[in-house]
């Protein structure tokens, strides 16, 4: 499981590159080589394999959405991590109940709370998910799943 506490400085790094306009060929690379190209919330390390690399996505710490807040901050790398798309997902829908930072310094203190709050919600909708998947995984049939009454006859020479 990743770490706890956000791996970030509180001061600007300054804004992502854009390159190709893209996660992965452009504005999150410095974020995933920063991050070890593990998802901050879950741990999932995604060059594992190619499957893992696809699910490579850069989560705004304090979201975008956020109205009266510095766009600056908001886009600048030290509120941008290193996440998976499921825990990009899982964190969509929150939106931090505070009043807008009237300097710097509080941007940072609202930066902290919301990684805190946003990885426990985060944490808890996996937690949920893993329950409705082992519930699923028990009853359902994959296609490698074979009974052996049906399976088919070998062939005779
Ligand atoms: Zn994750």
């Known amino acids: ?13 300054g804004p992502t590159s854009p390159g190709d306009g893209t996660a992965r060929g ?10 070890g190209y ?9 060059l594992k394999d190619f499957d893992s690399y696809l699910q490579l996505s850069v989560d705004h710490i304090v979201p975008r959405s956020m109205k009266g807040y ?4 908001i886009e600048d790398r030290a509120n941008k991590v290193t996440c998976c798309r499921a825990c ?5 829908r929150y939106r931090p109940n505070l009043p807008a930072p009237t300097n710097e310094e509080e941007f940072w203190d609202v930066r ?9 919600l ?16 028990r009853f359902a049939r994959l296609p ?6 049906d399976e088919p006859p070998s062939d005779s020479e």
Request: charged share 40%.
């Open 1 to 13: 499981m990743a770490g706890e506490t956000l791996d970030r400085p509180r001061h600007r790094l």
């Open 26 to 35: 452009g504005y999150g690379r410095a974020i995933f080589a920063m991050d």
């Open 38 to 46: 593990t998802c901050v919330y879950c741990g999932l390390l995604m």
């Open 70 to 73: 510095d766009a600056t901050l």
């Open 88 to 92: 990009n997902e899982f964190g969509n």
């Open 112 to 120: 902290d709370h919301v990684f805190r709050e946003r990885r426990a």
């Open 122 to 137: 985060i944490l808890k909708r996996r937690e949920r998910e893993l329950e409705r998947y082992e519930r699923i995984r």
């Open 144 to 149: 490698g799943d074979i009974d052996i009454a």
